[in-house]
């Protein structure tokens, strides 16, 4: 939980396997701070790597002192590693960015610069061309259908974003590969949450594969998306102005 009133954003970083990306991330983050009004914490969550990711990890908690390493002693997936560093995030923000270098340091300031100034700042990529046209094609079809099942009009879904510490630290959200899509979509439709949306450019990844195609993790955003629409549509209608009472405690 928060325990610095002075802390501006703690950043959440999901490793797995990232031995040889983890480092250039961390570099990244440390250089675009300068855009952030307020300090800030990275927080690295090494998600049972089988590769020299913690190694790598510890030697960057040794050379920079806003750095803290976590351990998972089994991998919990990429929204279970996250929410193990928010569980530990102690500023007023928090902020998720992947392990895989893909966000260069003029992407990272725009999204810095921006920490405030809506409830959630959340990004999108201006830049889809540098991925296959497979994964563009996968990505504008979940963005038009998440749009038109929750009448949003969000140019991403799956960017990194900004969020109130405390907000996502009573956030009740799965393990899966939707969870930020799940996370904005119940802030912004049931929480009437204000946002703003930044324009990001991506790198594809140096070195290692994407797992965003495995056969488990497109069930996990199917069946993530599915749990969605029934508590947005159905469970949301039944709840008593009690119920709705203790969500001021306790978000969902």
Same mark, same amino acid.
């Given at each position: 939980?928060? #325990?610095?009133?002075?802390?501006?954003?703690?950043?959440?970083?999901?490793?797995?396997?990232?031995?040889?990306?983890?480092?250039?991330?961390?570099?990244?983050?440390?250089?675009?701070?300068?855009?952030?009004?307020?300090?800030?914490?990275?927080?690295?969550?090494?998600?049972?790597?089988?590769?020299?990711?913690?190694?790598?990890?510890?030697?960057?908690?040794?050379?920079?002192?806003?750095?803290?390493?976590?351990?998972?002693?089994? #991998?919990?997936?990429?929204?279970?590693?996250?929410?193990?560093?928010?569980?530990?995030?102690?500023?007023?923000?928090?902020?998720?960015?992947?392990?895989?270098?893909?966000?260069?340091?003029?992407?990272?300031?725009?999204?810095?610069?921006?920490?405030?100034?809506?409830?959630?700042?959340?990004?999108?990529?201006?830049?889809?061309?540098?991925?296959?046209?497979?994964?563009?094609?996968?990505?504008?079809?979940?963005?038009?259908?998440? #749009?038109?099942?929750?009448?949003?009009?969000?140019?991403?879904?799956?960017?990194?974003?900004?969020?109130?510490?405390?907000?996502?630290?009573?956030?009740?959200?799965?393990?899966?590969?939707?969870?930020?899509?799940?996370?904005?979509?119940?802030?912004?439709?049931?929480?009437?949450?204000?946002?703003?949306?930044?324009?990001?450019?991506?790198?594809?990844?140096?070195?290692?594969?994407?797992?965003?195609?495995?056969?488990?993790?497109?069930?996990?955003?199917?069946?993530?998306?599915?749990?969605?629409?029934?508590?947005?549509?159905?469970?949301?209608?039944?709840?008593?102005?009690?119920?709705?009472?203790?969500?001021?405690?306790?978000?969902?």
């Amino acid at each position: 939980m928060i #325990n610095s009133t002075d802390g501006l954003l703690s950043i959440v970083v999901p490793a797995y396997n990232e031995e040889k990306n983890l480092e250039p991330t961390i570099v990244n983050l440390t250089k675009a701070s300068h855009k952030l009004k307020g300090s800030y914490e990275i927080i690295v969550v090494d998600d049972n790597s089988t590769d020299q990711t913690e190694s790598v990890a510890r030697r960057l908690e040794q050379k920079y002192p806003s750095v803290r390493l976590i351990k998972n002693t089994v #991998n919990l997936g990429f929204g279970g590693a996250y929410k193990r560093g928010v569980e530990n995030a102690r500023l007023s923000y928090v902020l998720m960015v992947p392990g895989d270098d893909a966000y260069p340091i003029s992407s990272l300031e725009r999204i810095f610069e921006k920490v405030g100034s809506a409830d959630i700042v959340m990004s999108y990529t201006s830049n889809l061309q540098v991925r296959s046209f497979g994964r563009r094609l996968i990505s504008k079809g979940f963005v038009h259908i998440m #749009n038109l099942l929750f009448g949003l009009r969000l140019k991403y879904y799956n960017g990194v974003s900004v969020l109130p510490t405390t907000t996502a630290q009573n956030i009740k959200f799965s393990s899966g590969f939707s969870y930020a899509a799940e996370n904005l979509v119940r802030l912004i439709k049931l929480r009437g949450f204000t946002y703003e949306q930044v324009p990001c450019e991506i790198t594809e990844r140096k070195d290692g594969k994407s797992s965003a195609l495995r056969l488990k993790n497109i069930w996990s955003v199917f069946s993530g998306v599915s749990k969605l629409l029934v508590d947005v549509y159905c469970l949301s209608r039944f709840k008593t102005k009690p119920d709705m009472a203790k969500e001021d405690q306790k978000v969902f």
